[in-house]
């Protein structure tokens, strides 16, 4: 349920303006070339677990809302001018010569901001109205990791099975995160071409396919224009991109069950407080008000009490989560009591 103790008035928007930095790094790193090009890497997966412990957690408060969200609106599309950026001076970095890996340190960098950065505003802006200049602008973030899919996938069968062994997104009990990713790319891929197959797309009409060629089309201008070694730079920035999303998506339910049909409640999505996760992040921390109200933009999201508490924040969970039995250690004894347990054939 949501929570009863209540504070007198919003959290200052400013926080979230740190969120920015991340891109910013990136940006900097890939103009100034050499070593600079792993900064983002450093910020990131370095310095940010440290500053989702160091900073703590907030109060589970119900906040007033807030009367205007332009400051919210401004971010968002701040956010996804830095993404196209940052994947641009990524390009510009591959074709001007540098080292191999010069090139693939900034490519995991980059792609790492997308993850972060890009993703995350077409996740937000995905839920907007179809083809609104909002939803467009989440399809040209998503154009850029190669993932245009995704939107289909996750607000058709993520948001109605999430929980549910029907919901290729979400990790089962004891599933490592390698796994995970190996199965869920595909399974989402699969999942959203399913969708428009049987809302009578064939295989020439179906977004998920105009998607596909769109997307090989830009990798092929790119080596065309640009050279090979630019369009390697590009798939390396995607491929880490969408890692790191499917890291997020592992994190955000795992484990979590229900019964197929059942009522999904709050507690079949992990939530964390980490004041830097939430700030930094867009509040995605706050993910079982997310998908009891869906409709409702990220500054209007409010913590759950009865929902499973990660143990930090994503930045703090990262390193731990790539490591299956530490993980496993650590995630499970928080488990909901009350949990329809499905145990991943890893476990078994």
Same mark, same amino acid.
Not at 273 to 281: A, D, K, V
């Given at each position: 349920?949501?929570?009863?103790? &209540?504070? %007198?008035?919003?959290?200052?928007?400013?926080?979230h303006l740190l969120?920015?930095? #991340?891109?910013?790094?990136?940006?900097?790193?890939?103009?100034?070339?050499?070593?600079? /090009? %792993?900064?983002?890497?450093?910020?990131?997966?370095?310095?940010?677990?440290?500053? $989702?412990? /160091?900073?703590? +957690?907030?109060?589970?408060?119900?906040?007033?809302?807030? $009367?205007?969200?332009?400051?919210?609106?401004v971010m968002l599309f701040a956010h996804a001018l830095l993404q196209l950026l940052?994947?641009? &001076?990524?390009?510009?970095?591959?074709?001007?010569?540098?080292?191999?890996?010069?090139v693939v340190f900034a490519a995991v960098s980059t792609g790492i901001n997308s993850g972060a950065s890009g993703l995350i505003v077409a996740h937000e802006l995905g839920h907007?109205? +179809? +083809?609104?200049?909002?939803?467009?602008?989440?399809?040209?973030?998503?154009?850029?990791?190669?993932?245009?899919?995704? %939107? %289909?996938?996750? #607000?058709r069968t993520h948001h109605k099975h999430v929980a549910t062994t029907a919901d290729p997104a979400t990790a089962r009990y004891g599933e490592s995160v390698w796994w995970f990713v190996a199965r869920t790319v595909p399974g989402q891929f699969l999942d959203a071409w399913r969708l428009h197959a049987a809302r009578g797309h064939s295989p020439i009409t179906s977004p998920?396919?105009?998607?596909?060629?769109?997307?090989v089309l830009l990798v092929v201008s790119i080596a065309a224009f640009l050279g090979p070694i630019p369009a390697l730079a590009f798939l390396i920035q995607a491929a880490s991109a969408v890692f790191l999303l499917?890291?997020?998506?592992?994190?955000r339910h795992y484990g979590l069950q229900r019964d197929v049909g059942s009522r999904q409640t709050a507690a079949h999505s992990w939530q964390s407080?980490?004041?830097?996760?939430?700030? &930094?992040?867009l509040e995605l921390t706050r993910h079982p008000?997310?998908?009891?109200?869906?409709? +409702?933009?990220f500054w209007k999201l409010q913590p759950y009490e009865n929902a499973p508490e990660l143990p930090s924040g994503y930045y703090g969970c990262f390193w731990v989560a790539l490591i299956p039995p530490l993980w496993r250690r650590l995630i499970h004894p928080r488990m909901p009591s009350t949990n329809t347990l499905v145990v991943h054939k890893e476990t078994v």
């Open positions: 349920m949501a929570l009863q103790a &209540t504070a %007198t008035r919003p959290e200052a928007w400013g926080w969120g920015l930095i #991340n891109p910013v790094v990136v940006i900097a790193g890939n103009l100034l070339g050499g070593p600079f /090009v %792993t900064a983002g890497v450093i910020y990131m997966l370095g310095i940010g677990p440290m500053l $989702d412990v /160091v900073l703590g +957690k907030s109060a589970l408060l119900q906040r007033p809302s807030r $009367d205007s969200g332009r400051p919210f609106e940052a994947v641009g &001076t990524l390009l510009l970095l591959a074709a001007g010569g540098a080292s191999v890996w010069i907007r109205r +179809k +083809k609104s200049f909002s939803w467009w602008i989440s399809q040209l973030n998503l154009i850029s990791v190669l993932y245009l899919h995704f %939107t %289909t996938e996750h #607000n998920v396919a105009r998607g596909a060629a769109c997307e499917e890291y997020i998506n592992y994190l407080e980490n004041r830097w996760s939430r700030w &930094t992040l008000a997310h998908h009891l109200e869906a409709g +409702k933009p």
